[in-house]
């Protein structure tokens, strides 16, 4: 794990870090993210449902258990990407099939074991950072487009293997899920009762709602187990980024001959860093299984694993935040943009004169429904065009327009990776 | 330095938000999914009834998606009594009559499921969750089909699967608050045998190529099984990647393996290139064991079928349900069937209103639409277990395929099966393939613990209303 890592950094001396060492560890501007970050996901059923239940606008709310879990999920996935992508430059383009291992890794303890979710979390964290030792021993001796290529392949081959060859191992194509007679050795089903995640007896699925006004706000405990996974692995992330570690990886993106012309060998370092990542990944797996009790071998494919490495672009490679708001704008877009269908643009625009609402309907169609693909790539290439610091360049530049200058530059100096 | 030092004070106060946010929820264990007090999960409330229509709208089965919601539209629009009512009018059972479900008018919404398990489950979830929809149905591959009709078994809602042809459907995946109207591998096999054997005689031998997943694997076990039975034999299986695109390879070893036929188990774009292969090396001409050298393909689509061209010419396959049959045909040995006032009616509407015939995906998702709103009716209740109990051992005629049986120990349909061969003139991009035989449903049914279908341990559960 990563502890002895992060352990240092409280112990060293003032003098060389003027920077003060306050809240968990944290400097200043490090412990203020984390906690707004902390109050936004706790915060995220009433955020994310801003519109009244019965306004037009309500298919824009993305405050629903499934959305607000995936969220978090490709969160901590994208997190853990960053750590390898951001930190020492090397771009995986496998990293679908750590998700996809942890997740069957878990899917199978639920089976066999216990329906609680925290061994079924974990096991996926160790089988993934397995395969990830593997994967990376063999991938990491060669840098650049070699070792996505590597990677690629590594992937694709998971996916193939899941797909059919190993399935009476992952079920194949129909992927593998709790069936009626599973018995796991420690639960006590009744005959016929289908398992269901749980953590200590809590219900994944329950979920509270208020109703407030018009208002309809959905409290699911799958979600607040998600997000308070997800905060710790960002505290690890910040830790991490913080570290001698973290300073290392920095430098083997920067330069790795003078690093290794100052008689330090990088390998150790993008290792970990890969498995580090790799785990991530697995925890990540884990969790969607957690909350929702299935896996299919789509997962590994390789679509999967270029969807995160466009969260991370699109969020703010190298950046803390950058990686999580990347995630939870392409799941957005997945979820939402992906329903709104012709139908519902004629709602929308009902009140227009008959032509310019066709015209209208028209003009959007490409862009909303099986057009979200379409929307996507446009906001990727405005984004890698115009703020090649993604979405948290364009949060600083908003910052600076209103004048918080001095405070951003500060936390863009502290964010951005040394080059 | 405007920096804030965030020590014991920020501690105590992040931890009191924590841990107000994680003991909210935690005090309301008891609602799960939606509103406890209706007794099921997204009991309708007011005047409309959301359904939910998860289609593949991107992926290789993005046409068959497109087709399968355009049928949907097609049934909400007859639902809310407007159009020309279509199959409701030829429908056996009498109790739709325009005013939506139940009285309630019927609304939709649509995802896309990109066939792919993971966001065909998101989709449906978002479905569930946010839009309240008390039926999913749809989809246009079998690992999305069981991955969509486990979850709706745990949310406590109806899954009407669209199109889906894996035994494990309603086999060994079997669920009960899932139904499946399309037919599948084994009524395919046990439809084909028969015929093949009355065209291409009894002694044969076959060479399988099969797509590497759960559906290769089961049409290859039903077509080997069925084409065995009627005294074939079958010299070689090979698995084919999912991914191929030149099966040149695969297709090379054939003619000097000692096969007279090739049976071609490949969907969509597979069966396409493998087909379109095979034909390139002249398997057609060729001449085995003093034999004219065969191919079949077991099951067939019309987007299949416009794909391969020229190449379907003359190949048997089967099919859930043709356009054709609203037309009548004639068999090859010279019988006349009359046309099918179901389809008839069914391919008017459809053509009124897009303009050109629906497809099998179309029809079977129309057909599975029209059957939850009339079981709902039938059993005065929204509720999951009363619509199952309402669709289990149901038999019902008028629309399209005959008298048809809901089976309620697998929640498959039993009813006859079409065996189709490539049309040699076409006269028209639609009209690509014609009816040869309509196998008869005594003749491909099956027993429920019938090995292939997850023999005697497979088992529905309970219907689960979620709440």
Redesign the interface.
């Known amino acids: 794990m990563v502890d002895q890592t992060t352990d240092t950094l409280p112990q060293r001396p003032a003098a060389s870090r003027p ?2 060492t ?3 560890g ?4 490090d ?2 993210l984390l ?1 707004v970050v ?2 936004l996901t ?2 995220a059923p009433f955020l994310l449902n801003p519109f009244p239940e019965t306004s037009s606008l309500a298919q824009f ?1 993305a405050g ?4 607000m879990q ?1 969220f978090v999920i490709f969160g901590i996935f994208a997190i853990g990407f960053n750590i390898l992508f951001g930190l020492t430059g090397y771009l995986s383009f496998g990293h679908a099939a750590f998700l996809g291992v942890g997740s069957y890794a878990a899917i199978w303890t639920m089976k066999l074991v216990t329906l609680n979710i925290i061994p079924a979390i974990i096991l996926g964290m160790i089988v993934a950072g397995l395969f990830a030792v593997l994967v990376g021993y063999v991938s990491l001796r060669r840098s650049g487009i070699y070792f996505s290529i590597l990677t690629l392949a590594f992937a694709q081959m998971s996916y ?1 293997l899941a ?3 190993l ?1 009476p191992i992952t079920g ?4 593998l ?1 709790i069936k ?2 599973d018995r796991p050795i420690l639960s006590n089903l009744q005959d ?1 009762e ?1 398992g ?1 995640a749980n953590l200590f007896g ?2 994944m ?5 208020l109703d407030m006004g018009g208002w309809l706000f ?4 799958g979600y ?1 187990i998600a997000a ?1 996974v997800m905060l710790i692995s960002f505290y690890v992330a910040i830790r991490i980024f913080r570290s001698p570690f973290g300073m290392m990886l920095r430098a083997v993106k920067s330069n790795q001959q003078r690093m290794s012309y100052t008689g330090l060998s990088p390998k150790p370092y993008t290792l970990a860093a890969f498995v580090i990542s790799g785990m991530y990944a697995g925890l990540a797996g884990g969790l969607m299984v957690a909350m ?3 896996v ?1 071998p ?2 590994m ?1 390789w679509t999967a694993s270029g969807e995160v490495v466009l969260m991370v672009i699109l969020g703010g490679v190298g950046t803390l935040i950058g990686p999580v708001l990347g995630a939870g704008m392409i799941k957005y877009m ?2 939402i943009l ?2 709104i ?1 012709d ?1 519902v643009l004629h709602q929308w625009f009902a009140f227009m004169p008959d032509g310019i609402e066709d015209f209208l309907v028209t003009v959007i169609h490409p862009f909303i ?2 057009g ?2 379409l929307t996507l790539g446009i906001v990727f290439m405005a984004v890698v065009i115009f703020l090649p610091g993604g979405l948290v360049e364009l949060g600083q530049r908003i910052g600076r327009l209103f004048g918080f200058g ?2 951003a530059d500060d936390s863009a100096a502290a964010k951005t990776p040394a080059e | 330095m ?6 014991r004070r ?2 105590l106060k ?1 931890s009191a ?2 841990g107000a ?2 003991a ?12 406890s007090h209706t007794g099921f999960t997204n009991a309708p409330e007011g005047s409309t009834v959301t359904l939910g229509f998860n289609v593949p ?2 992926g290789p089965y ?1 046409d068959e998606g497109a087709d399968e919601l355009r049928a949907y539209e097609l049934a909400v629009e007859h639902l809310n009594g407007g159009g020309d009512g279509g199959m409701i009018n030829t429908f056996s059972s009498q109790t739709l009559d325009g005013t939506g479900i139940l009285g309630k008018q019927v609304e ?5 499921t990109q066939t ?4 065909a ?3 449906a ?2 479905m569930i ?2 839009d309240g929809a008390i039926m999913i149905t749809g989809g246009s ?3 999305v089909a ?2 969509v009709q ?2 709706c ?3 406590g809602v109806i899954f009407m699967a669209g199109l889906t042809h ?1 035994n ?1 459907t309603t086999g060994k ?1 079997r669920k009960a608050n899932g139904f499946r109207h399309f037919f599948n591998s084994y009524m395919s096999g046990a439809a084909l045998a028969p015929i093949l054997a009355n065209a291409y005689g009894t002694d044969r031998k076959a060479y399988h190529l099969t797509a ?4 290769g ?1 089961t049409t290859e076990q039903a077509v080997r099984e069925s084409t065995e039975a009627v005294g074939w034999e079958t010299v070689n299986t090979v ?1 084919t ?3 191929e695109t030149d099966f040149s390879a695969y297709i090379a070893p054939v003619l000097n393996s000692g096969a007279d036929v090739l049976v071609l188990n490949h969907y969509g774009g597979n069966m396409v290139n493998s087909l379109t292969n095979a034909v390139q090396f002249g398997l057609r001409e060729a001449q085995a064991n003093g034999q004219d050298f065969q191919i079949i393909v077991p099951l067939y689509s019309r987007l299949m079928a416009r794909g391969a061209g020229e190449n379907v010419k003359g190949i048997f396959g089967s099919t859930n349900w043709h356009w054709s049959l609203a037309q009548g045909f004639t068999t090859p040995d010279g019988t006349e069937v009359a046309p099918d006032p179901a389809s008839a009616a069914f391919v008017k509407s459809f053509g009124e209103k897009y303009g050109f015939p629906p497809s099998q995906a179309a029809h079977t998702c129309y057909v599975q639409t029209l059957l939850y709103a009339d079981a709902v009716n039938r059993a005065g209740s929204f509720n999951p277990c009363a619509v199952v109990e309402a669709l289990e051992d149901f038999e019902f005629d008028g629309l399209g395929n005959g008298p048809t049986l809901y089976r309620g120990a697998d929640h498959q349909c039993f009813k006859d099966v079409l065996v189709v061969r490539g049309k040699e003139n076409p006269t028209s991009e639609f009209d690509l393939l014609e009816i040869v035989e309509v196998t008869p449903a005594a003749q491909v049914t099956y027993a429920p613990d019938h090995p292939n279908f997850g023999g005697a ?1 497979a ?1 529905l ?2 219907c689960n209303p979620g709440a």
Not at chain 1, 26 to 29: V, Y
Not at chain 1, 64 to 67: A, C, G, I, N, S
Not at chain 1, 218 to 221: A, D, E, K, L, P
Not at chain 2, 212 to 215: A, E, K, S
Request: charged share 20%.
């Open positions: 920077a003060k306050g809240f968990l944290l400097k200043g501007s412990a203020t906690i902390a109050i706790m915060c709310n629903y258990p499934d959305l995936r193939a797909y059919s060859v399935t194949g194509e129909t992927g899920q009626p007679t016929g289908i269901r809590l219900d699925r329950s979920s509270f709602e959905t409290f699911n405990i607040y308070v929702d009790t299935q299919g789509e997962r494919f997945e979820n992906s329903k269908n139908n429904g099986k979200w693909h001095k405070k | 405007s920096k804030s030092n965030f020590t920020g501690l992040t938000i924590a946010g994680l909210v929820p935690t005090i309301f264990t008891g609602a799960s999914w939606a509103g709208q991107s993005a939709y919404v649509t995802g896309d792919k398990s993971d966001a489950r998101a989709s979830r978002s969750e946010k591959s079998s690992g069981v991955a486990a979850l078994q745990e949310a894996s494990d995946d590497d997943y759960n559906w694997y698995l990647p999912l991914t341990e088992s559960g309970s």
